[in-house]
Every structure is written in structure tokens, then in C-alpha cells.
């Protein structure tokens, strides 16, 4: 086991163990939110035909050319029929001819523009134009979205409402995502006491159980809570019997250099390789990773803002990964400071920052309080300030990397 690491090297190892799991279809209706398994092709072009965009008449662009608002004369036309969306006209429109269109109707043969209605004037079985029209003017193209063969869609890509759209268009009804990883959580900890429980003097409840669930939930895995074990050899041996089915492990507490922080031994002692063991973070130095088989193994702090922190940092990246997602989270950026910091260096940390409501570009300012035990921090920041290890100021005004704590 490597001890006290640095983050990269933390993550790198945490990345290089995660992999991508297999495909499972799933009914379009509950995509959102997956991740594409594969690459999906448009098996036609989209739109499938060329098309009218506006209500008005398909003419050859050509006959309308003396029309204008300076054209002494309109130009007059016959209507060959009347076109509603939904099939595709028999006829060809041929010189100074025109068919009567809808929006969405296939472009009649012969026509190469439709003039919008407002531009015209029907009498009888003819029609006058008022303006000129150019070719191609209000038709959308066959295959101006998506071409026959065209990746309308990237294995990896986050399945939102938009995507949800092009799946539709492309015919897809059943979708070949990732299978979501099993997450499943454990807390530790003799004090701790789930709400709803009854509570003594001395003891506190339990926020890492449903905050890390909830945190599995977002990051787009299946989690599962497994309750509370105590810090005793028993207790947590059944637990981890329990978590043996899971892709990934996660446990709170227990983890640094006290008494009763058994969770470290009793893991290896449950089969569980450990891979590192401390990372130069603040919060979250105590984190543990390992591995059993497939599954990975991590040991996050007590403390609920350095649990969360740990979570992110290195949980959320591993499910990320076993999703397929092509850059695994959590989201980076870089904003400006908006007031100074100053640190005690020696470890990378990650300030919670809240940022700025407005204006052209993004501003953030670390959280007056940054103790770990305050949890409504987490509540009040969106996302963490990156300093590097060396740093022991920064001026107001600099730029600074950011990370975002919510989905992206
Ligand atoms: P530990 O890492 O077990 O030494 O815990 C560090 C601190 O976090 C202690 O103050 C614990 O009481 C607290 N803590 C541990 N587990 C939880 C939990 N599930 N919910 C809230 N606080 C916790
Ligand atoms: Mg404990």
C-alpha cells in the first residue's frame, strides 16, 4: 500500500482501476440520464425528405422573379392541388405552376422554394406572388440534421432531453446504455444514530449514510445503503459481507489512526487489496482505497464535509468511469477570485467557494467557515477552490481552478 500520496497520483490510481461496464438496453422513456453504451448512427437521413418550413406555395424559384415590392407586375400562377403534411404529391410542378403546401409536406418534384403564404394572394385555381423567392428559400434540406451513417451520437454522451430528442428522431426506441454501477454505502461509527432513532448524550446523527447514498445517486450509479456498522471486528465483517455483490464500496469512518478506526485491517482482513491509504488533501486526508476482485474498496473520513469532499474527489470519477463517461467528473473550471486566501501550504486543498450570482464571468469566494464538521458549508458552496500544495496566498482578482460540486 502506497502511503500519503499526492491527488493526481490518488486519482490516477483510482481511474486506472474503474472500468467501463457493459451495455444493457433500456425503453427510450428512461434514458435520461444514462450514458450511451454505444456510438449511434442516424440509419436514414434526418429530416428523411426535403421538406416546406413555412405554409405557402412550392413554385420553381425561377417564375417568380419579376415579383418584388418594385415589380411593376405580380406574378401569377396555377395551383396544381393542395398539399398537407404527411405524403408525399404525385405531381411535378412545372413553369408557372405551383402547388399549395403546408409546413412539413414533402417538396413536390419540380419545385425548388415555397413562398410564404403572407407573400401571396389565391384567386380561384390560381395564385398571385408578391415576392421573389430564391431556390432553396423556406424548404429544410433531406439530411440537414443528421446524413445517412452519421454519428448523431458519441458512446459515452450523458443522455439529457436534447439527446433524448435526436434518439427519437433517429428511431430508436430502445437505447444501449451502460449498466449503473452497484454503490453501496456503509457508515461506522459507535456514536452515530440514524435519524428517526432515538438519541443519547454523546451520541450524533448519522449525515454521511444518506448524504454518500445521495451522492451515488446523483454521480448515476444504483446505491444501496447498508446501514450502520459498529466499530467492532463483528459488526463490521457483516457489513462487508453484505457489500460483497456491489461494483463499488464505500464506507465512512474509521479510517485514520485512532483506536477504534478498525476499518483499515478489517477490509484486508475481508480480502480487500489495499492500493493507497492517506492523500496530501484537506479536507479528506484519511481516505483508503482498495480493491477486491472487480469491486473497488473506498474508506472515506467521518467527517461529513471531508466524506463528501473524498466522495467527489475520488468516488464520483470511479462510477463516472464504470458509466463510460469519456472525461470523467467531477466538472473543472476556473473562475476568478473574489477575495484573498491565505493557507497553511503542505497539502492540496479544497475550499468550499460560493459563487457569485452575476456578471460576464465567474467569480467565487471561499466559505467564511471551512471547518469539517460544518455540513451546511456544503449546503451554502457549489463548488470547491483548488489551491496547490505550495500556495500559501492568493490575491483577490487572481484565477483559480474550480470544481464543481453538483452534476454538470
Ligand atoms: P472517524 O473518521 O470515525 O474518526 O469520525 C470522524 C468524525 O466524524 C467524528 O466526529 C465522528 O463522530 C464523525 N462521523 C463519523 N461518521 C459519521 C456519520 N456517519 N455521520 C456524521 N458524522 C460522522
Ligand atoms: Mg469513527
Same mark, same amino acid.
Given at each position: 500500500?502506497?502511503?500519503?500520496?499526492?491527488?493526481?497520483?490518488?486519482?490516477?490510481?483510482?481511474?486506472?482501476?474503474?472500468?467501463?461496464?457493459?451495455?444493457?438496453?433500456?425503453?427510450?422513456?428512461?434514458?435520461?440520464?444514462?450514458?450511451?453504451?454505444?456510438?449511434?448512427?442516424?440509419?436514414?437521413?434526418?429530416?428523411?425528405?426535403? @421538406?416546406?418550413?413555412?405554409?405557402?406555395?412550392?413554385?420553381?424559384?425561377?417564375?417568380?422573379? #419579376?415579383?418584388?415590392?418594385?415589380?411593376?407586375?405580380?406574378?401569377?400562377?396555377?395551383?396544381?392541388?393542395?398539399?398537407?403534411?404527411?405524403?408525399?404529391?404525385?405531381?411535378?410542378? *412545372?413553369?408557372?405552376?405551383?402547388? !399549395?403546401?403546408?409546413? %412539413?409536406?414533402?417538396?413536390?418534384? *419540380?419545385?425548388?422554394?415555397?413562398?410564404?403564404?403572407?407573400?401571396?394572394?389565391?384567386?380561384?385555381?390560381?395564385?398571385?406572388?408578391? !415576392?421573389?423567392?430564391?431556390?432553396?428559400?423556406?424548404? %429544410?434540406?433531406?439530411?440537414?440534421?443528421?446524413?445517412?451513417?452519421?454519428?448523431?451520437?458519441? !458512446?459515452?454522451?450523458?443522455?439529457?432531453?436534447?439527446?433524448?430528442?435526436?434518439?427519437?428522431?433517429?428511431?430508436?426506441?430502445?437505447?444501449?446504455?451502460?449498466?449503473?454501477? @452497484?454503490?453501496?454505502?456503509?457508515?461506522?461509527?459507535?456514536?452515530?444514530?440514524?435519524?428517526?432513532?432515538?438519541?443519547?448524550?454523546?451520541?450524533?446523527?448519522?449525515?454521511?449514510?444518506?448524504?454518500?447514498?445521495?451522492?451515488?445517486?446523483?454521480?448515476?450509479?444504483?446505491?444501496?445503503?447498508?446501514?450502520?456498522?459498529?466499530?467492532? @471486528?463483528?459488526?463490521?465483517?457483516?457489513?462487508?459481507?453484505?457489500?460483497?455483490?456491489?461494483?463499488?464500496?464505500?464506507?465512512?469512518?474509521?479510517?485514520?489512526?485512532?483506536?477504534?478506526?478498525?476499518?483499515?485491517?478489517?477490509?484486508?482482513?475481508?480480502?480487500?487489496?489495499?492500493?493507497?491509504?492517506?492523500?496530501?488533501?484537506?479536507?479528506?486526508?484519511?481516505?483508503?482505497?482498495?480493491?477486491?476482485?472487480?469491486?473497488?474498496?473506498?474508506?472515506?473520513?467521518?467527517?461529513?464535509?471531508?466524506?463528501?469532499?473524498?466522495?467527489?474527489?475520488?468516488? #464520483?470519477?470511479?462510477?463516472?468511469?464504470?458509466?463510460?463517461? @469519456?472525461?470523467?467528473?467531477?466538472?473543472?473550471?476556473?473562475?476568478?477570485?473574489?477575495?484573498?486566501?491565505?493557507?497553511?501550504?503542505?497539502?492540496?486543498?479544497?475550499?468550499?467557494?460560493?459563487?457569485?450570482?452575476?456578471?460576464?464571468?465567474?467569480?467565487?469566494?471561499?466559505?467564511?467557515?471551512?471547518?469539517?464538521?460544518?455540513?451546511?458549508?456544503?449546503? #451554502?458552496?457549489?463548488?470547491?477552490?483548488?489551491?496547490?500544495?505550495?500556495?500559501?496566498?492568493?490575491?483577490?482578482?487572481?484565477?483559480?481552478?474550480?470544481?464543481?460540486?453538483?452534476? #454538470?
Amino acid at each position: 500500500m502506497t502511503l500519503m500520496i499526492e491527488y493526481q497520483d490518488a486519482r490516477t490510481l483510482v481511474l486506472s482501476a474503474a472500468k467501463a461496464l457493459p451495455a444493457e438496453p433500456v425503453p427510450l422513456a428512461e434514458a435520461l440520464g444514462r450514458t450511451l453504451a454505444r456510438n449511434v448512427r442516424a440509419r436514414e437521413d434526418i429530416p428523411p425528405f426535403t @421538406k416546406a418550413t413555412m405554409d405557402g406555395y412550392a413554385v420553381r424559384a425561377a417564375d417568380t422573379r #419579376r415579383s418584388g415590392p418594385e415589380a411593376v407586375g405580380e406574378v401569377e400562377l396555377g395551383v396544381l392541388e393542395d398539399l398537407p403534411a404527411g405524403r408525399p404529391s404525385r405531381r411535378t410542378v *412545372g413553369p408557372c405552376q405551383a402547388i !399549395r403546401i403546408m409546413t %412539413g409536406a414533402p417538396l413536390p418534384d *419540380g419545385a425548388d422554394a415555397v413562398v410564404m403564404v403572407e407573400d401571396t394572394e389565391a384567386f380561384g385555381r390560381s395564385v398571385r406572388v408578391r !415576392r421573389e423567392v430564391r431556390p432553396g428559400d423556406n424548404i %429544410g434540406l433531406a439530411g440537414e440534421d443528421l446524413r445517412t451513417n452519421e454519428v448523431a451520437l458519441e !458512446r459515452g454522451t450523458v443522455i439529457g432531453p436534447a439527446e433524448t430528442g435526436v434518439l427519437a428522431a433517429a428511431g430508436m426506441a430502445r437505447v444501449p446504455v451502460t449498466r449503473r454501477p @452497484k454503490l453501496a454505502v456503509i457508515a461506522t461509527g459507535d456514536e452515530i444514530v440514524e435519524p428517526g432513532e432515538r438519541k443519547r448524550r454523546g451520541q450524533i446523527r448519522n449525515s454521511n449514510g444518506p448524504a454518500l447514498t445521495a451522492m451515488a445517486v446523483e454521480a448515476g450509479a444504483a446505491a444501496a445503503y447498508l446501514g450502520i456498522a459498529r466499530d467492532r @471486528k463483528a459488526s463490521l465483517a457483516g457489513k462487508l459481507a453484505r457489500g460483497k455483490g456491489a461494483d463499488i464500496l464505500v464506507l465512512s469512518g474509521g479510517v485514520s489512526v485512532g483506536d477504534y478506526d478498525l476499518v483499515k485491517d478489517e477490509l484486508q482482513a475481508a480480502g480487500v487489496r489495499p492500493v493507497f491509504w492517506q492523500v496530501r488533501i484537506k479536507p479528506g486526508k484519511p481516505v483508503f482505497f482498495g480493491v477486491r476482485g472487480r469491486q473497488l474498496v473506498f474508506g472515506l473520513p467521518g467527517n461529513p464535509t471531508s466524506a463528501m469532499v473524498a466522495f467527489l474527489l475520488f468516488v #464520483r470519477p470511479a462510477v463516472e468511469t464504470m458509466l463510460g463517461r @469519456k472525461v470523467p467528473g467531477p466538472a473543472a473550471g476556473r473562475a476568478i477570485l473574489a477575495e484573498d486566501i491565505t493557507l497553511k501550504p503542505g497539502r492540496t486543498q479544497f475550499l468550499r467557494g460560493v459563487l457569485a450570482d452575476s456578471g460576464p464571468v465567474l467569480r467565487v469566494a471561499a466559505y467564511g467557515d471551512q471547518r469539517s464538521g460544518v455540513l451546511r458549508s456544503m449546503v #451554502r458552496s457549489r463548488v470547491l477552490i483548488v489551491v496547490p500544495a505550495d500556495v500559501r496566498h492568493i490575491e483577490a482578482g487572481r484565477e483559480v481552478e474550480i470544481i464543481f460540486m453538483d452534476g #454538470r
